[in-house]
């Protein structure tokens, strides 16, 4: 399996461009999650799925949109982007690990610049 | 609402000697608790969870930590750290049994292992 792929690695965008930033999982897992990580603040929900066809938001959704037509991708939107944009992004799928746990596989982050 | 506290921004200790990373949390419902390890330009990877069954949970590389809900507290600990160990580490909450995703983590603790 290849677990969790994000592409791409590193991305650099001028204020106002949109993009598309990749997640892709082998795991056949129902739920994916966005997250953004910057200095000192830990990782932040921007928006999640528990299932093909079904979203929701998270704790910093605005800029950016998701999708979820298949159980395999995630891919995440930036509409137009925004300096305070400027972050790592981590891509996520868990399964139920049972007891209520829920167990999350990372990808290994896109690097996103926004000048 | 659920949250979590790291008590320690960075920790540093000499190799060979225990680790303790410390970590507070709040929720509403019995919680799941993980923790996560990210090394330098990586994603994350779970070392530990506490899903309500014994309170003393060991993970991989050594680590253990213990679930104290008198003291709302799940600290990270190694008898003897390595070099290797030289990363951020991340407490993590979920409140389980409700069918979502979401995971709150903590602002994360950087150990620096000295040689």
């Known amino acids: 399996n290849a677990g969790v792929t994000q592409t791409p690695k590193f991305q650099v965008l001028k204020t106002g461009q949109s993009m598309t930033l990749q997640c892709a999982q082998d795991?056949?897992?129902?739920?994916m999650s966005w997250y953004r990580q910057d200095p000192g603040m830990g990782l932040r929900l921007i928006h999640y799925s528990v299932g093909a066809g079904i979203t929701d938001q998270g704790e910093v959704p605005n800029g950016y949109n998701v999708s979820r037509s298949t159980t395999e991708d995630f891919p995440l939107r930036l509409l137009s982007a925004a300096p305070s944009q400027t972050s790592v992004y981590f891509c996520?799928?868990?399964?139920?690990?049972?007891?209520?746990?829920?167990?999350?596989?990372f990808g290994p982050g896109t690097r996103l610049t926004v000048t | 609402a659920q949250s979590v506290t790291q008590l320690d921004s960075h920790v540093s200790v000499s190799e060979g000697t225990p680790v303790l990373l410390r970590c507070n949390y709040s929720?509403?419902?019995?919680?799941?608790l993980f923790w996560y390890v990210q090394h330098p330009n990586k994603g994350l990877q779970l070392l530990l969870k506490?899903?309500?069954?014994?309170?003393l949970v060991k993970g991989i590389n050594g680590f253990e930590a213990e679930f104290k809900k008198s003291e709302t507290s799940f600290h990270l600990t190694k008898p003897s750290a390595h070099m290797s160990d030289a990363a951020e580490y991340f407490c993590v909450v979920s409140e389980s049994g409700f069918g979502n995703e979401k995971l709150t983590f903590g602002t994360g603790t950087r150990l620096t292992i000295i040689p």
């Open positions: 929720s509403s419902y019995s919680p799941s």
């Open positions: 506490y899903t309500s069954a014994a309170t």
């Open positions: 996520a799928s868990s399964y139920s690990a049972g007891g209520g746990s829920y167990e999350q596989y």
């Open positions: 795991m056949n897992h129902e739920y």
